[in-house]
């Protein structure tokens, strides 16, 4: 099996350059002064290679003070909004030992669209200061109105200001490192957070052959085989089989079991496996809390958590602590099928939750798995802004249209009515638990280290409903 080799742009002679059409007669040059690429290969083929580059828009170059203020606006750029240009590769395409295609996603101002470049790989050589390096020319055009960089005016003598098509190229070089990939193995991978977070890091651009999944049934890891991802059979209650899984590893995304009742029992074999092994990095999805905070409604829940951090710290293993709050998927799952006839009915009093998206934290997990700097380094993985579940009803009926009313009854009102509508008791006691636990406040905790994990805004409670109510 070929290893997955990383490279790195070099900055210093590398220039990414673009022009675009003026007054219908001649281009306007420019460039971004800012930005950085990774490829990843396998060892020094690049028929199969993976490129990511993050663009620095307010890095925007024109040689025109007034011009680049106009196109960092919103009327083009928008980067107070939209800070970062990306491309993601999907797929590399070699036609002879020179030219590739190299087709993947760019993003613009949020927006994103497939895209192709023509490459021309310049070959390797080695620098004075023995750094193997990567030459590349690579050309490739876009119509700028496919990322709503409408901007235009119109000629007196007919045609507008600025074209529309808008052509770019890059010379680039990068260097080899020295460091192989790391082999990351993500846990409850068939699972619903698992499973976000191995698809972040396939579109992050981590190659396949260094992505394993630990599932305990096979069967229902077709998808993740099909997709090219190595299958490790473990069991949380199975120490050898944890062990066995975990050879060969460097960083492991260890997600919290799902089985409440068995999860102290079941960390504790994942630690001891864990520290038996020779994997290098623990990222852990913890749970939110207040440690100054008195007894919880939901001590159930966070007792297995504070017991596997203090044995992570214990371990000696580096470890990175993401202490997830409420997800927001949950919040329908709360307030019931038939929120838009009978109201939102849920014991959270004035209390409010910072939910965040499952598939955010995903993210967020995977750029924790891919990037360095974050060894013995708590996250609280909580949104930017907090809601009562009065605001939840608000926000549903701005966004269906429908008058949504809320309704906060006491815990036995709500138990009562649970169970006389036929839920299961263990689902009944769970419900009424969280609901105390946002009345009294233990997921109101706005933090930032999401989005700068993310580097973006999270997911905000209307934007969420707009996906699941009006679709």
């Not at 082999?183 to 699972?191: D, E, F, S």
């Not at 975990?246 to 409440?260: E, M, N, P, Y």
């Not at 913890?286 to 007894?295: I, K, L, M, Q």
């Not at 995977?366 to 009562?388: D, R």
């Amino acid at each position: 099996m070929a290893n997955t080799t990383k490279w790195v742009l070099d900055p210093t002679h590398s220039e990414l350059n673009f022009k675009v059409k003026h007054l219908m007669i001649s281009n306007v040059k420019g460039s971004f002064q800012n930005f950085e690429a990774t490829l990843l290969s396998d060892d020094d083929d690049f028929r199969k290679a993976s490129v990511s580059v993050n663009i620095e828009a307010a890095s925007i170059f024109t040689n025109q003070a007034d011009r680049d203020a106009h196109l960092r606006s919103a009327d083009f750029f928008d980067v107070e909004n939209h800070p970062n240009i990306t491309f993601q590769g999907t797929s590399c395409t070699r036609f002879d030992e020179e030219n590739y295609r190299l087709t993947g996603q760019l993003t613009i101002r949020g927006i994103s669209r497939e895209v192709s470049l023509d490459v021309e790989f310049g070959g390797t050589g080695t620098d004075p200061w023995g750094n193997e390096k990567a030459g590349f020319s690579i050309s490739g055009q876009i119509n700028r109105k496919d990322f709503d960089l409408n901007w235009n005016a119109a000629l007196e003598a007919g045609g507008v200001l600025v074209g529309e098509e808008v052509k770019f190229s890059a010379e680039v070089q990068f260097v080899k490192q020295a460091q192989p990939v790391k082999k990351i193995l993500v846990t409850g991978a068939t699972g619903q957070f698992g499973s976000a977070t191995i698809n972040s890091l396939l579109e992050k651009g981590h190659p396949v052959t260094s992505i394993a999944a630990l599932v305990r049934d096979e069967q229902k890891a077709a998808e993740l085989k099909s997709k090219g991802i190595e299958i490790r059979i473990g069991d949380y209650d199975d120490v050898p089989s944890l062990e066995k899984a975990f050879a060969g590893i460097d960083t492991v995304l260890f997600v919290s079991a799902s089985d409440v009742e068995k999860r102290v029992a079941q960390h504790e074999n994942v630690v001891k496996a864990l520290s038996a092994s020779s994997v290098k990095h623990v990222v852990y999805t913890s749970f939110v809390r207040d440690e100054n905070a008195g007894p919880s409604a939901i001590d159930f829940v966070t007792e297995a958590h504070v017991k596997t951090e203090q044995w992570l710290k214990e371990s000696g293993i580096t470890w990175t602590f993401l202490r997830n709050n409420l997800y927001m998927d949950f919040v329908p799952v709360f307030i019931g099928d038939n929120v838009l006839e009978s109201g939102v009915y849920f014991p959270a009093g004035t209390g409010k939750a910072a939910v965040a998206t499952r598939e955010d934290m995903a993210e967020a997990a995977a750029n924790v798995l891919l990037t360095e700097g974050h060894e013995n380094k708590i996250y609280n993985l909580s949104n930017t802004e907090a809601w009562s579940f009065e605001e939840v009803a608000e926000t549903l009926a701005n966004v269906t249209g429908k008058s949504v009313n809320y309704y906060s009854p006491s815990q036995q009102e709500y138990r009562q009515t649970l169970s006389g509508a036929g839920v299961p008791e263990g689902y009944v006691g769970m419900f009424a638990a969280f609901g105390e636990a946002v009345k009294q406040e233990e997921f109101d905790t706005i933090s930032t280290d999401l989005e700068n994990l993310l580097g973006r805004k999270p997911l905000s409670l209307e934007q969420y409903f707009q996906g699941v109510y009006t679709n």
